[in-house]
């Protein structure tokens, strides 16, 4: 199949590729050509799109799979989820799939106030609230802390050891403010079929991140995590891939800290680890037989380390013209 996968200047994107180049034909593309896995395939599989946030965005990549009969296309950017969802009808007469979660439901996620109100009652749920005029007299838990409600990665997050800490923040509802999970951190890798069925759910801790993408992971045996991300998915609405992330709390219990509604990271990991989720999807996609869920892992390490791909700059120019 011809596969587009977008975000090539991010983990995600390469860890697809190294899912499937072997099997598929893949084309990359990002909003800079400076990315490193627009490289990993030919010249002519390479290509500069819109950034996320941009409304020419879903036109050209519209464009992009008539032209280039894209039969699969895999978003691992998460502005872009959201307007592909919507156009999914517009993809389909073009006979390229979108796997992806219903538009709501990515919404959703990408509200993390959102996410938490939705999930309200539910156990893994932390103690939260937005910051706003009225709610800063009543939080006096401290430490505590306090993250963007729509944001990725770790930009904008504070740690608020004293109330005077909080007036730093806006208070217009921008902001969630939330109980201090000083525990460890896992994500759980979930794989939901086209038709709703629980296929995976892997868990690894975050041994050690740089830039908010681990270097130092584990796959870990957890049914308590298994089952608490299987459930969020269920309640949530996912479909396909997901990232569930949880961080312990003060007390001992695991609490939700967001989901990523896309391809993570880490997925040579997980893959390592005897769940390979890209080939699951393009399985599912295909209407071939999944195996029952979840899928049996194993437990292994992984360490990350640079490494070096060389060619010609003329490639490098040819692409930063178009």
Known sequence: MRVLVTGAGGPAAVSVWKS???EHELFLADMDANSPGLYLVPASNRFLIP???????????????RAQSIDVLISTVDPELAPLAEAEAA??????????????????????????????????????VLLTDDTRAGIVRFPCFAKPRAGAGSRGIALIERAADLDALPRDGSYL?????????????????????????????RIRTDSGIAITARTVHMPELTD????????????????IQFKQSREGPYKLLEINPRFPGSLPLTGAAGVDIPRL???????????????????????????????????????CRR
């Open 177 to 205: 403010v939330q109980e201090l999970l000083p525990g460890p951190e896992f994500s759980v890798d979930v794989y939901v079929s086209q038709h709703g069925e629980l296929v995976a759910a892997v868990p690894r801790e």
């Open 91 to 128: 993809f389909t007469a073009l006979r390229t799939r979108v796997p992806l979660s219903p538009a709501a439901v990515l919404h959703r996620c990408r509200d993390k106030w959102a996410l938490m109100s939705h999930l309200a009652g539910n156990p893994f749920v932390p103690e939260c």
């Open 281 to 319: 999807l393009m399985d599912d996609l295909q209407g071939k037989a999944l195996p029952a869920g979840p899928m049996p892992f194993k437990e292994i390490l992984m360490v990350r380390y640079w490494t070096e791909r060389y060619l010609d700059p003329s490639e490098w120019q040819a692409l």
């Open 51 to 65: 950034r996320g946030e941009d409304s020419g965005l879903v036109s050209a990549l519209l464009e992009l799979c």
């Open 228 to 243: 608490a991300a299987a459930g969020i998915a269920r309640e949530v609405g996912i479909r396909y891939v997901a990232n």
């Open 20 to 22: 499937l180049a072997a």
